[in-house]
């Protein structure tokens, strides 16, 4: 919790995230679609993210 500001000063870190979750569920419910990314490494979601935006797929793949 140390690196998130808002759960490190919270007394119940946990219940904390669960009321942001409840919170937000009704805007989330909005997107077009969604993305679990709980067991994905990051190149995993660069290339479920470029499946579903293909114009984005030139500027992920531009070396830094």
Same mark, same amino acid.
């Given at each position: 919790?140390?690196?998130?500001?808002? /759960?490190?000063? &919270?007394?119940?870190?946990?219940?904390? !995230?669960? =009321?942001?979750? &409840? &919170?937000?569920?009704? $805007?989330? &419910? /909005?997107?077009?679609?969604?993305?679990?990314?709980?067991?994905? =490494?990051?190149?995993? !979601? !660069?290339? =479920?993210?470029?499946?579903? /935006?293909?114009? /984005?797929? $030139?500027i992920a793949r531009t070396p830094s």
């Amino acid at each position: 919790w140390e690196g998130r500001p808002m /759960l490190k000063m &919270a007394p119940d870190p946990r219940q904390a !995230v669960e =009321q942001l979750l &409840a &919170a937000r569920a009704p $805007r989330y &419910a /909005l997107a077009d679609w969604t993305l679990d990314t709980s067991d994905m =490494q990051i190149e995993e !979601v !660069v290339d =479920q993210i470029c499946e579903k /935006l293909p114009s /984005l797929s $030139r500027i992920a793949r531009t070396p830094s």
